[in-house]
């Protein structure tokens, strides 16, 4: 019996999760929701490292580390590699597409957190979309700056700081009411390529607003890199790891 552990935590890899049988196992982080309507196995939690999750593949018999996690999740991503070399099993991987600008954007590229604050100092209400990272920092905003931070869920900001708990995907309608109602001046993304998250990046354009997008990080090479859903489902079926329900 072929056995496939995959590694998810984004809409691609529970679309994936979805098409899975009994035998294959669909892990989570334990940050989002875990779904509990699925086909095959579903783990949560960490695996203590990579080696760590190489002694998970060889227990649970896996034969395929497929990595279909967030482009910025590298950690668990590099893990993956190392883990599957350790356990002498294959390494996919389903990669996402960066999003482009386009000749009407002006986005700034951030390597970190030290450059993204030095290029924030001319904006005075900027919106956050990187998820909890900027919560560590709200005791170090400049008096002349109010943050809309939006992250998964909500936990408390401060007088000079606003945080909102929303999942997308986004509408660009709301969007535009949230850029509209916050007065916001200067957006701050991650480049996740995903569309459901997109509209913000119409909105800012819309306004002529810069977007502060936070590099990606680098992603190890793997045995076979894919790009669509598609791909990676007819890539198990030919493989004979898929039993596709
Ligand atoms: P990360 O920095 O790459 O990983 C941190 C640690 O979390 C890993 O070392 C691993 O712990 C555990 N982990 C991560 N993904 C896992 C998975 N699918 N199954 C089991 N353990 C996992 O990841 P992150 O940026 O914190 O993201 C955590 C999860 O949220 C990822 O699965 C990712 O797909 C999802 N996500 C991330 C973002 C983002 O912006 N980073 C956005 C949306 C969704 P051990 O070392 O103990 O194994």
Not at 82 to 102: D, I, N, S
Request: proline content about 7%; aromatic content about 6%.
């Amino acid at each position: 019996m072929k056995r496939v552990l995959l590694l998810g935590g984004v809409t691609e890899a529970l679309a994936i999760a979805r098409r899975l049988g009994p035998q294959h196992i669909y892990s989570l982080a334990g940050v989002g929701r875990v779904p509990t309507d699925l086909g095959c196995e579903v783990r949560v939690g960490g695996f203590g490292g990579a080696e760590g999750l190489a002694t998970f593949v060889q227990q649970a018999g896996i034969d395929l580390i497929l990595d279909a996690t967030h482009p910025y999740a590298a950690q668990i991503s590099h893990n993956a590699v190392t883990a599957a070399k350790m356990a002498g099993v294959p390494c996919w991987a389903l990669r996402r597409p960066a999003w482009q600008a386009g000749p009407d954007d002006d986005w700034r590229e951030v390597a970190d957190w030290p450059e993204l604050i030095t290029a924030l100092a001319p904006f005075q209400r900027p919106l956050f979309t990187l998820g909890r990272e900027p919560l560590q920092h709200l005791h170090e905003i400049p008096a002349h700056q109010f943050w809309t931070l939006r992250a998964l869920d909500v936990y408390p900001g401060n007088e000079r700081c606003e945080v909102i708990g929303a999942r997308g995907p986004f509408r660009l309608q709301d969007e535009r009411e949230l850029f509209e109602t916050r007065n916001i001046d200067v957006l701050i993304s991650k480049n996740s390529g995903s569309t459901a998250t997109e509209p913000k990046l119409d909105v800012a354009r819309e306004r002529g607003l810069p977007v502060l997008v936070l590099k990606r990080p680098v992603l190890p090479e793997v045995d076979r890199t894919f790009w669509s859903v598609g791909e990676v489902l007819d890539a198990l079926r030919n493989s004979g790891h898929s039993n596709p329900l």
